[in-house]
Nanobody, 122 residues
Framework: QVQLVESGGGLVQAGGSLRLSCAAS????????MGWYRQAPGKQRELVAV???????NYADSVKGRFTISRDNAKNTAYLEMNNLKPEDTAVYYC????????????????WGQGTQVTVSS
């Protein structure tokens, strides 16, 4: 029932900025945690940042100080503001929700978006 859809990816020069959005659609009661992952070709998917419904955040060391995760609980949308982008940030970025409450007694687990490509040129 519920889907996550990422948007905002694109091509940017090193040092530039992008803002990614992840919109959850469908019948949703709550989403406790939303996160951003990324995967470069031939590499493992890695966690970039996570945020709880209360606003607590965690970041990968490689993006600390450059990326900011945020969310709008009313819109069930998470964002990833990426500043001072580097070529090594090039990857497909995925939104993830470990669990979503969709009714009084129902949950969905490990929901992923389709990904959005971020390419940072030298």
């Amino acid at each position: 029932q519920v889907q996550l859809v990422e948007s905002g990816g694109g091509l940017v020069q090193a040092g530039g900025s992008l803002r990614l959005s992840c919109a959850a659609s469908g019948s949703i009661f709550s989403i406790n945690v939303m996160g951003w992952y990324r995967q470069a070709p031939g590499k493992q998917r890695e966690l970039v940042a996570v945020i709880t419904s209360g606003g607590s955040t965690n970041y990968a060391d490689s993006v600390k100080g450059r990326f900011t995760i945020s969310r709008d609980n009313a819109k069930n949308t998470a964002y990833l503001e990426m500043n001072n982008l580097k070529p090594e940030d090039t990857a497909v970025y995925y939104c993830n929700a470990p669990s979503l409450r969709v009714s009084d007694s129902e949950w969905e687990y490990d929901l992923w978006g389709q990904g959005t490509q971020v390419t940072v040129s030298s």
